[in-house]
T-cell receptor, first 115, second 114 residues
Framework: GDSVTQMEGPVTLSEEAFLTINCTYT??????LFWYVQYPGEGLQLLLK?????DKGSNKGFEATYRKETTSFHLEKGSVQVSDSAVYFC??????????????FGQGTILTVHP | NAGVTQTPKFQVLKTGQSMTLQCAQD?????MSWYRQDPGMGLRLIHY???????DQGEVPNGYNVSRSTTEDFPLRLLSAAPSQTSVYFC?????????????FGPGTRLTVL
């Protein structure tokens, strides 16, 4: 079945540091890939997405590229801020068959940014 | 637009009690789903629905029931609560089950079963 693996956390950075959170996936067919963010006490919000190979999703200074050859969708940001402290989830969505529209999530990575 | 709303925000139950978690969306979305979030495990799909009158099981359906009588509402019922059901529950919706569509999440219900 489908699966998503994220790098182990938690990740602690100083403000303005470079961020990478690794994400790799296993899926049949051609899934879409997503990064969701969860701020403390809130639900999940879509951060960015990519729906086909070589697509780059970007939002709020974050970006990730859909790499089919390495089955990866790593999240990056050049300069993090304290307000980026949150839990980040990588997810894929496939369609058809028994996995109709299901989102499969990684385990989440806790990011803490210090001033 | 309120988006996806969930009630209650917090709930404490005793083992064996039953309850219903409410979920509603005002975006006329066909696809709705319930997930549970447990530490270190991401979110796991409990049940989903592709339209009124149509529901199906997800990855962890045991102990939960759902129904979908309207497009807007998708309640999740715990028949006889167990401590293993202590979790944060999220409802989500999207226009269709198509893979390119993002899902919109509610704020969650934190459930504790004693």
């Amino acid at each position: 079945g489908d699966s998503v693996t994220q790098m182990e956390g938690p990740v602690t950075l100083s403000e303005e540091a470079f961020l990478t959170i690794n994400c790799t996936y296993t899926a049949t067919g051609y899934p879409s890939l997503f990064w969701y963010v969860q701020y403390p006490g809130e639900g999940l919000q879509l951060l960015l997405k990519a729906t086909k190979a070589d697509d780059k999703g970007s939002n709020k200074g974050f970006e990730a590229t859909y790499r089919k050859e390495t089955t990866s969708f790593h999240l990056e940001k050049g300069s993090v801020q304290v307000s980026d402290s949150a839990v980040y989830f990588c997810a894929l969505r496939s369609a058809g068959g028994t996995s109709y529209g299901k989102l499969t999530f990684g385990q989440g990575t806790i990011l803490t940014v210090h001033p | 637009n309120a988006g996806v709303t969930q009630t209650p925000k917090f709930q404490v139950l005793k083992t064996g009690q039953s309850m219903t978690l409410q979920c509603a969306q005002d975006m006329n979305h066909e696809y709705m789903s319930w997930y549970r979030q447990d530490p270190g495990m991401g979110l796991r799909l409990i049940h989903y629905s592709v339209g009124a009158g149509i529901t199906d099981q997800g990855e962890v359906p045991n102990g939960y029931n759902v129904s979908r009588s309207t497009t807007e509402d998708f309640p999740l019922r715990l028949l006889s609560a167990a401590p293993s059901q202590t979790s944060v529950y999220f409802c989500a919706s999207s226009p269709t089950g198509d893979r390119v569509r993002e899902q919109f999440f509610g704020p969650g219900t934190r459930l504790t079963v004693l």
